[in-house]
């Protein structure tokens, strides 16, 4: 990772995401009020958290630490809202989200990403540019956990999107295969059919549910072994309960869809 990433952002980042989703960590645990201060302390007058990529936007990572902070009960906080605010700023004409210097023609290759991240200034968004599927999933996942932005017509448009493009190839290099979306984690991390779910599952005022909705749920009913457990493609193997944690996040998203 180059120096000018932001390696302390990034695994406090993930981190919190083990505590809250794997163990039930909130603010009132003293850990967790202290993570949230370190990325607060990351966010731009902007609204948005930044230095992962440099000095370059980051609407997945702000999305994805948004989700944490709003499960941890900062959902209330200004500093939440205001990355909100960001966030539907920097939408994608169709609704959906990019990173924005993946929608210059120049920004299109993996040779390019070292560039920008170097770059002194961000590359600002070509706004005409499609959305990427990935990006989109994840800042979905932070309006699904919110109790107002789930009901937004935002994240409805958002959902219209993403399942159009389930099982297929992202606009942009960063999931260009479509066997991305069978590669799954727990806690989410990228956008896989499992997170995809759940966030269209906590939709409100009724979980998103269309004929590629059901195509995936049928999908992941296939993957049932006799034991109970869902049989699908880890993407970090090291974590002997993943499989557990997994089949846990895929149980909620049926259970959901069945209520």
């Not at 995809?196 to 059901?214: I, T």
């Amino acid at each position: 990772m180059s120096p000018l990433q932001d390696y302390d952002q990034l695994e406090t980042y993930r981190r919190l995401g083990q505590l809250v989703e794997e163990y039930g960590f909130s603010r009132v645990h003293n850990a967790i009020e202290k993570a949230a201060e370190f990325l607060f302390e990351r966010q731009t007058e902007a609204g948005d958290f930044r230095g992962i990529y440099g000095r370059q936007y980051t609407p997945n990572y702000t999305g994805g630490i948004l989700e944490l902070l709003v499960k941890t009960g900062y959902g209330q906080d200004p500093r939440v809202e205001k990355a909100f605010r960001w966030l539907l700023n920097v939408r994608q004409k169709d609704g959906g989200w990019a990173i924005p210097f993946r929608t210059s023609k120049a920004q299109f290759t993996s040779r390019a990403t070292h560039h920008a991240i170097r770059a002194e200034e961000p590359l600002e968004p070509d706004l005409t540019r499609p959305s990427s599927a990935m990006v989109t999933g994840i800042v979905l996942r932070a309006f699904a956990a919110h109790e107002r932005h789930r009901r937004s017509l935002a994240a409805h448009r958002a959902a219209d999107l993403l399942h159009p493009r389930f099982f297929k190839r992202d606009t942009y290099i960063d999931r260009g295969t479509p066997e991305y979306w069978e590669r799954v984690t727990f806690p989410f991390w990228f956008t896989d059919i499992v997170s995809a779910l759940d966030s269209l599952s906590k939709l409100e005022p009724k979980p998103v549910f269309n004929a590629k909705v059901a195509q995936a749920l049928l999908w992941l009913r296939g993957r049932q072994t006799k034991s109970g457990l869902f049989e699908l493609n880890l993407l970090k193997t090291g974590d002997p309960m993943l499989r557990y944690w997994e089949s846990l996040a895929v149980c909620r998203v049926l259970l959901r869809y069945q209520s």
